[in-house]
C-alpha cells in the first residue's frame, strides 16, 4: 500500500469504527439489551465488524507485521466497547495474515481465501464476545460482588478492636463432630 491508499484506509477504517461504536452502543443499552454474543450473533453486525477489521489487519498488517494488526484490533474492540486482549486476538489475527502462504489454500480460488478469513474473524469474534460476556455479564459481576462482600468482612474483623474479640471454645464435643470415632 502506498502512503496514500493507507491514509484512505485509516480514514475509512475511522468511520466505520465509529458508525459501528454508535450502533453496539445502542444494542447494549437500549432494551432489550443485548449481550456481546447476541450481537455478534447477528449477521448485519457480524458481517460489518468482519470487514471492518479485514481491513484494519490489512493496513496494520501491512505497516507494523502481525503485531501492529493485533494491536489494532484489540484497540478496534475496545473503541466499540469489547473487551478483549492482545493475546486472545493475536493467534487469530496471525493466522489471518498466513492465510494466503498457507499450503492448505494452495491452488485454491480468491473467493475461497477470502471466506476462510472471514470464517478466522467470525471465530475470534465469537470467542471474543463469549469472554467479553464472561467478563461483563452477571456472573461476573455477582462473582465480584461477592468478592467485595468477602473482602469487606476479612478488613472488618481484622480491624476489629481486640476487646470486640469473640470466645471460640477450643474443643468441640464429641457427639457433635463430625471427626468423632461414633460418627
Known amino acids: 500500500l502506498g502512503k496514500a491508499g493507507k491514509l484512505v484506509g485509516a480514514l475509512q477504517a475511522a468511520k466505520g469504527i465509529d458508525d459501528l461504536r454508535v450502533k453496539i452502543r445502542d444494542l447494549r443499552e437500549k432494551p432489550p439489551r443485548l449481550s ?4 455478534v450473533s447477528r449477521g448485519d453486525i457480524l458481517a460489518q465488524m468482519v470487514s471492518l477489521l479485514a481491513g484494519i489487519i490489512g493496513v496494520a498488517g501491512a505497516v507494523g507485521g502481525a503485531s501492529a494488526a493485533a494491536k489494532a484490533v484489540e ?50 469474534l465469537s470467542a471474543v464476545a463469549s469472554s467479553a460476556d464472561d467478563l461483563g455479564g452477571e456472573k461476573f459481576k455477582a462473582w465480584q460482588e461477592n468478592r467485595r462482600a468477602s473482602v469487606q468482612q476479612t478488613i472488618s474483623t481484622a480491624s476489629a478492636p481486640a476487646e470486640e474479640s469473640v470466645d471460640v471454645p477450643l474443643e468441640v464435643p464429641a457427639e457433635t463432630s463430625r471427626l468423632s470415632p461414633t460418627n
Open 36 to 39: 456481546w454474543t447476541q450481537i
Open 75 to 124: 484497540r478496534t474492540l475496545k473503541i466499540i466497547g469489547m473487551t478483549a486482549n492482545v493475546s486472545q486476538v493475536g493467534l487469530y489475527t496471525a493466522a489471518y495474515l498466513q492465510v494466503d502462504s498457507d499450503p492448505r489454500y494452495q491452488g485454491k480460488g480468491p473467493d475461497e481465501i477470502e471466506r476462510a478469513k472471514q470464517d478466522m474473524l467470525a471465530q475470534m
